[in-house]
């Protein structure tokens, strides 16, 4: 009797879990499934800069596809891989912190804030990086809050 409660309690716990990563996947900045517009999200820390990824190196984790420049960073990112994921689900971290929108982003417009990636809006002369390094510990706290919002709404 005991190993049946324990089965389905890990079974309930499983589908739970997986409904989570789903529900995490709708609320990303995506094209077709790939993060990032396609740049490979180790190269912003290792070159500290954006770098176009090839669609022949791809990874995939929690859903979501990531591309590679070169076959060591995807080794990197499959050994650690919430480590290079973008905050906010890929979106402009301006826009979340400041009035809680997903707006979409310039992928090579960035900032690495302790160990993490954030994505910027950057178009039509209106670069919400300037913004953000302004007020960057409010807006990162609001941001956070918006985005587990987000996340909590489904």
Known sequence: MRQLFFLLLLGTFTQLHSQTKLEYV??????????INGYDPVAYFTKNKAEKGSATLVAKFEGIYYHFSNETNKDAF???PKKYQ???????????????????VDPETFKIV???LY????????????????????????????W?????KN
């Open 26 to 35: 709708a609320h990303c900045n995506l094209q077709n499934g790939i993060a």
């Open 78 to 80: 499959l050994k650690n």
């Open 86 to 104: 973008p905050q906010y689900g890929g979106w402009c971290a301006f826009a979340m912190g400041d009035y809680g929108k997903k707006v979409e």
């Open 114 to 116: 302790d160990g993490k």
């Open 119 to 146: 994505l910027f809006y950057n178009a039509y002369f209106n670069n919400t990086l300037k913004s953000w390094n302004k007020d960057e510990n409010n807006l990162k706290l609001k941001a956070d809050k918006n």
């Open 148 to 152: 587990s919002n987000f996340l909590l």
